[in-house]
């Protein structure tokens, strides 16, 4: 008979790895479905400068390397596959990776959210040959070249921020006339001689010449006139979508496809919980996203200890 796992978690971000640190430390010998690449959104950033402990700052993948053996260190098992379906219908919860199935308990989902698309065809077309939703891993392809990054919150910010390293010039093009994001990463960014925002537009077509992009066609939303803009590049930052597919209805879903909780961070089937972005799309921090892989963690060892497991 295949073993019984007390719990298995289905993540390997913040969230997912501090679920995995307190489980672990607990005792309950937690699995990790840890994604064939582990660590989640941080593994595209740079440096994280407002995670608690590191006053200097620490870089997003090297942030994530030290969860990953802290929770190693207590004995977490960590699996580098994919999850790529569930069966929540009894009590033994089924977690599938392929032909490898693992049976377990409880549940934590910490499977995240991952960048929105402008779901443009051309946007597919020129997508990793000028069309990016990373600047941190693509940004260096840039030096001394003209870019564009679409999106008025703080990943939009940041992306821009980070662009200006290489770039010669960074437009921000977004679609109302002021930035979402908070004043701090704004002030940045509109005081950055080399950011220009183009305000009240956006992208309807991207242009290109073989495999290379040379601009972008936009449209100003008030006026309905259509310009061309010429770049080397464009970067999207435009928001998430959660990590959920994979359930195919096995939990309640918000319109969005958020996981919803029913009571802290237990979603509507016993013994399954969420913590993460997957469930959270207000705050989305690193910070809050493992605060809340630690509730989840606290609520799996009451919901077992309480089903006399
Ligand atoms: P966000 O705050 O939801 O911002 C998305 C931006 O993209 C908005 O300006 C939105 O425009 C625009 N947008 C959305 N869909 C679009 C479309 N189809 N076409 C054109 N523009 C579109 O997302 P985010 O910037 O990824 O941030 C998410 C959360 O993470 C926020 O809470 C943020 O504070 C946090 N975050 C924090 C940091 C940090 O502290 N270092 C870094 C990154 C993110 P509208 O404004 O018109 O809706």
Redesign the pocket.
């Known amino acids: 008979m295949a073993d019984i796992h007390n719990v298995v978690i289905i993540g390997s971000g913040p969230a997912g790895l501090t679920a995995a640190i307190y489980l672990a430390r607990a005792n309950l010998k937690p699995v990790v479905i840890a994604g064939l690449e582990f660590g989640g959104q941080l593994m595209n950033t740079t440096e994280v400068e407002?995670f608690p402990g590191f006053p200097e700052g620490i870089m997003g993948p090297e942030l994530m390397q030290k969860m990953l053996k802290q929770a190693e260190r207590f004995g977490a098992e960590i699996k580098f596959i994919n999850a790529d379906k569930v069966d929540f219908s009894s009590d033994e919860k089924k977690v599938y990776s392929g032909e490898q199935v693992f049976n377990a308990r409880s549940i934590v989902l910490a499977t995240g959210a991952s960048p929105?698309k402008?779901n443009l065809e051309s946007e597919s077309k020129y997508w990793g040959k000028g069309v990016s939703s990373c600047a941190t891993c693509d940004g260096a392809f840039y030096k001394g070249k003209v870019v564009a990054v679409?999106?008025?919150?703080?990943?939009?910010m940041?992306e821009a921020l980070f662009l200006t390293r290489f770039a010669s010039k960074v437009y921000v093009i977004?679609?109302?006339n002021e930035?979402?994001?908070?004043q701090i990463?704004q002030d940045r960014v509109l005081k950055h001689e080399k950011i220009e925002p183009i305000w009240d537009s956006?992208v309807v077509e991207v242009l290109g010449n073989e495999n290379i992009v040379t601009g972008l066609r936009l449209k100003n939303i008030q006026t309905s006139k259509e310009s061309e803009l010429s770049v080397d590049g464009m970067f999207l930052?435009?928001?998430?979508i959660p990590t959920t597919s994979f359930l195919q209805g096995s939990v309640d879903l918000d319109e969005q496809g958020y996981i919803k909780v029913s009571d802290n961070t237990h979603t509507n089937i016993e013994g399954v919980f969420v913590a993460g972005d997957v469930h959270d799309h207000?705050?989305?921090?690193a910070i809050t996203a493992a605060g809340m892989g630690c509730m989840a963690a606290l609520d799996v060892e009451k919901w077992l200890e309480s089903k006399g497991y």
């Open positions: 407002n929105k402008l679409v999106g008025g919150g703080d990943s939009a940041e977004h679609r109302r930035f979402r994001a908070s990463m956006e930052g435009i928001g998430h207000k705050y989305r921090q």
